[in-house]
Nanobody
Framework: QVQLVESGGGSVQAGGSLRLSCSASSYRYDNRCMGWFRQAPGKEREGVAGIDKSGSTNYADSVKGRFAISQDNAKNTMYLQMNNLEPEDTAMYYC??????????????????WGQGTQVTVSS
C-alpha cells in the first residue's frame, strides 16, 4: 500500500503561480509511475503531467510550457510547479501512483493509488 498526501493548493489570480507537493509513503518497487490529475465540477478527470522513476515526463497539451513536474526520490515527493495560471486550470488536483511497472500511461484509469486532492482556484 502507498499513501499519498497532496498539499499546496489555494486561490490565485490569473497569471499567478502555485506549487503542489505530493508526499508518498515509502515503497520498495524499482519501477513506478506517478502523475498529477485534475477534475473540475461536471468534467471528467484528466491527466495533467506524469513522471517515471528515471525522470521522464509527459504533459497535457493545455499545460505545456506553463507547468513543470519534478520529483525528489530521496524524499519520496513529487511536485507540480504551475505558472501563468488560467481560470481554466481551476479544479481539484490529485496525485496518483502505480508501482512495479516501467510503462507509464497518461490515463487516470491506469493508476492505483490516489491522494485526497487539493483545490486550485484561479480567478480572472
Amino acid at each position: 500500500q502507498v499513501q499519498l498526501v497532496e498539499s499546496g493548493g489555494g486561490s490565485v489570480q490569473a497569471g499567478g503561480s502555485l506549487r503542489l507537493s505530493c508526499s508518498a509513503s515509502s515503497y520498495r518497487y524499482d519501477n513506478r509511475c506517478m502523475g498529477w490529475f485534475r477534475q473540475a465540477p461536471g468534467k471528467e478527470r484528466e491527466g495533467v503531467a506524469g513522471i517515471d522513476k528515471s525522470g521522464s515526463t509527459n504533459y497535457a497539451d493545455s499545460v505545456k510550457g506553463r507547468f513543470a513536474i519534478s520529483q525528489d526520490n530521496a524524499k519520496n515527493t513529487m511536485y507540480l510547479q504551475m505558472n501563468n495560471l488560467e481560470p481554466e486550470d481551476t479544479a481539484m488536483y490529485y496525485c496518483a501512483a502505480r508501482l512495479g511497472t516501467a510503462y507509464c500511461s497518461s490515463s487516470w484509469r491506469f493508476y492505483v493509488y490516489w491522494g485526497q486532492g487539493t483545490q486550485v482556484t484561479v480567478s480572472s
